[in-house]
């Protein structure tokens, strides 16, 4: 069991700039979940995988978020022209089938200046 | 949204002591699970109780769940300075299609002085 993955684990960028984070999950798990965390709040959920199908977006998730996850194995999370209300930690997380313990990743800290 | 609130926002003790934290829910939930951050790093999972269950035990930790006041305890025992972290309530709704996504408290802040 390797873990939860998660590159870059920060990334300080411009206003404006595109921005790609990617996380591997535990290799047996097909449902990956994105969750974004501000200071002092917990995780809230972005979106969810099931294989390589994006079943749930929550309307945190505005037309400038996307995420994929092709062949059902990794995952990207694309934020376009950033702003400064981006910064925050995303965090990954995966689970196997029907288990409900989810795995987290280390995070990605993204900066916005 | 947050599910719920967690109380206390901050805890300090002494290593040894006991440490209590309590959560709040809102909608029925299918189980609660509660998870450990250290500072700037992902959550680790330490214990899930189900609906149907009331009390859980793992280690030093022990779970409570009050499904008629929608509220669970985090009991830590015999505290240790490496317990310092924040803690997080979450659940997963009871029914409908939620995928299994978690819903989080606001976590408290546990502080243990060697």
């Known amino acids: 069991d390797t873990g939860v993955s998660q590159d870059p684990r920060h990334k300080i960028t411009k206003r404006g700039q595109n921005v790609t984070f990617r996380c591997d999950p535990i290799?047996?798990?097909?449902?990956l979940y994105w969750y974004r965390q501000t200071l002092g709040q917990g995780p809230e959920f972005l979106t969810y995988?099931?294989?390589?199908?994006?079943?749930?977006k929550s309307r945190l998730l505005s037309d400038r978020f996307s995420a994929e996850r092709p062949k059902g194995s990794f995952s990207t999370l694309e934020i376009q022209r950033t702003e400064q209300g981006d910064s925050a930690m995303y965090l990954c997380?995966?689970?196997?089938?029907?288990?409900?313990?989810?795995?987290f990743g280390p995070g990605t800290r993204l900066t916005v200046l | 949204s947050q599910q719920g609130e967690e109380d206390p926002q901050a805890l300090s003790i002494q290593e040894g002591e006991n440490a209590t934290m309590n959560c709040s829910y809102k909608?029925?939930?299918?189980?609660l699970q509660w998870y450990r951050q250290n500072s700037g790093r992902g959550l680790v999972h330490l214990i899930l109780?189900?609906?149907?269950?009331r009390e859980k035990h793992s280690g030093r930790l022990r779970v409570t769940l009050d499904t008629s006041k929608k509220s669970s305890s985090l009991l830590i025992t015999a505290s240790r300075a490496a317990d310092t972290a924040s803690y997080f309530c979450?659940?997963?709704?009871?029914?409908?299609?939620?995928?299994?996504?978690?819903?989080f408290g606001q976590g408290t802040i546990l502080t243990v002085h060697p």
């Open positions: 109780i189900r609906s149907n269950e």
């Open positions: 995988f099931q294989n390589e199908a994006q079943l749930e």
């Open positions: 290799s047996e798990h097909n449902r």
């Open positions: 909608t029925s939930i299918n189980n």
């Open positions: 997380a995966s689970r196997q089938g029907w288990r409900d313990t989810q795995y």
């Open positions: 979450a659940t997963i709704p009871a029914g409908g299609t939620s995928y299994g996504k978690l819903t």
